[in-house]
């Protein structure tokens, strides 16, 4: 899950296996979510967002998850390789156009 | 397409100082943005801009000033420099506001340090 703490969340998966990664969100009004990968030393990056009518949504090897009775949402990678090593943080829109981002979990694949 | 290139990648200042940040994108984009990111927290707004001539304060802009006089190009000042501004600052744009088909593309960031 997400932590505002100095340490993030690690998530450690072996190459070939599927991994979650969750994250809570704060406002039950937010309209929008977006999850993002960022590699070390480099900006975020999009990975695939969803709006909050959909409770499902699939990309290319990833799948996001959206539970707004309990405020969760998750990202699914399948077959996980070495190249998805990074971290990875969800955000939300509310107020229309404001954003808050999460601080992340660190995914580490194990080759 | 460059996308949105930022400069410097690295600064050290001292106390004091003074410093500008520039963003730059190719892409036309009408919104620009100045986060900062801490250790183990979440990307937090400092300013934004809707379009060329307008800025707007974010969730944390004290200590800092941005301008905005060309569409491509968002900058980001700041006027005496201190311990609690370093941090790694990243610039992003989109087209118009996030959400649906309209993602924020970010650049590769300016680590700042003030000592």
């Known amino acids: ?111 | 397409n460059a996308g949105v290139t930022q400069t410097p990648k690295f600064r050290v200042l001292k106390t004091g100082q003074s410093m500008t940040l520039l963003c730059a994108q190719d892409m036309n984009h009408e919104y620009m943005y100045w986060y900062r990111q801490d250790p183990g927290m979440g990307l937090r707004l400092i300013h934004y801009s809707v379009g060329e001539g307008t800025t707007a304060k974010g969730e944390v802009p004290d200590g800092y000033n941005v301008s905005r006089l060309k569409k491509q190009n968002f900058l980001l000042g700041l006027e005496s420099a201190a311990p609690s501004q370093t941090s790694v600052y990243f610039c992003a744009s989109s087209q118009d506001r996030v959400g649906f088909n309209n993602e924020q593309f970010f650049g590769p960031g300016t680590r700042l340090t003030v000592l």
């Not at chain 1, 993002?36 to 999009?46: C, L, N, R, V």
């Not at chain 1, 909050?52 to 990678?77: A, F, W």
């Not at chain 1, 990074?86 to 107020?95: L, W």
């Open chain 1, 1 to 111: 899950g997400e932590s505002v703490g100095l340490h993030l969340p690690t998530l450690s998966v072996q190459e070939g296996d599927n991994s979650i990664i969750n994250c809570a969100y704060s406002n039950s009004a937010s309209d929008y979510f977006i999850w993002y990968k960022q590699e070390s030393g480099k900006g975020p990056q999009f990975i695939i967002d969803i709006r909050s009518n959909m409770d499902k949504r699939q990309g290319q090897r990833v799948t996001v998850l959206l539970n707004k009775t309990v405020k969760h949402l998750s990202l699914q990678i399948a077959a996980t390789q070495p190249g998805d090593s990074a971290v990875y943080f969800c955000a939300e829109r509310y107020n229309n156009n404001d954003m808050r981002f999460g601080a992340g979990t660190r995914l580490t694949v194990k080759p």
